[in-house]
């Protein structure tokens, strides 16, 4: 079954929302899901949300992409509620649809490369693949891989991009970005109208 997310604004710092969500389902003993945005990889959506990154204000709202229930649970109990400011109405609060983020990859190794089209082939299910294109390179006069090679025996490149569910992206995001040839961009989200 999929989890339905909302992403909402937090007045408060990353360290301190991850740290308490975190608290919060340790002692409750439920298994929730929550992503901060920016540890996410999720981009920020508006010009304005971009500056307050650049200028710091960022510290003082947080983006997070927090399981509806998980949400609702968090309403309910008024200490925790205060302690997000989430007394009343969050600041902002919408239901995500989906999301999308694309890679480029170019990869000199050939055990990395077969990891990663791995993990592209078992992909989570509902994540869908557009625009992929791939390309593999088998140079016989090549040198292996060097840091100076003039010429690489094998390279692979590919990109394309991913569109699903958010939490299934935001894992496949993860795994990729633990190989360096792997460039992802953010993750966009799709709201509900």
Request: net charge negative.
């Amino acid at each position: 079954m999929t989890r339905t997310f909302m992403e909402v604004v937090l007045k408060t710092d990353a360290r301190f929302a991850k740290g308490f969500l975190q608290g919060y389902l340790a002692g409750s003993g439920k298994a929730h899901r929550f992503f901060i945005n920016e540890e996410a990889g999720i981009e920020a959506e508006s010009l304005s949300e971009k500056l307050k990154e650049l200028v710091g204000l960022a510290d003082l709202f947080q983006r997070v992409v927090i399981e509806e229930d998980f949400l609702a649970l968090l309403h309910k109990d008024s200490a925790a509620a205060a302690a997000l400011g989430l007394s009343g109405q969050p600041l902002q609060a919408r239901r995500i649809t989906s999301g999308s983020f694309s890679v480029r990859i170019k990869d000199s190794a050939q055990e990395d490369a077969a990891a990663i089209k791995k993990l592209l082939s078992g992909r989570p299910a509902g994540v869908t693949v557009e625009g992929w294109q791939e390309h593999e390179t088998i140079e016989k006069n090549g040198r292996g891989v060097e840091l100076y090679t003039p010429l690489h025996d094998y390279v692979y490149e590919a990109s394309g991009s991913f569109r699903g569910p958010i939490e299934a992206l935001a894992d496949l995001r993860s795994e990729l970005g633990q190989h360096a040839s792997v460039k992802a961009g953010h993750i966009k989200l799709f709201y509900e109208e």
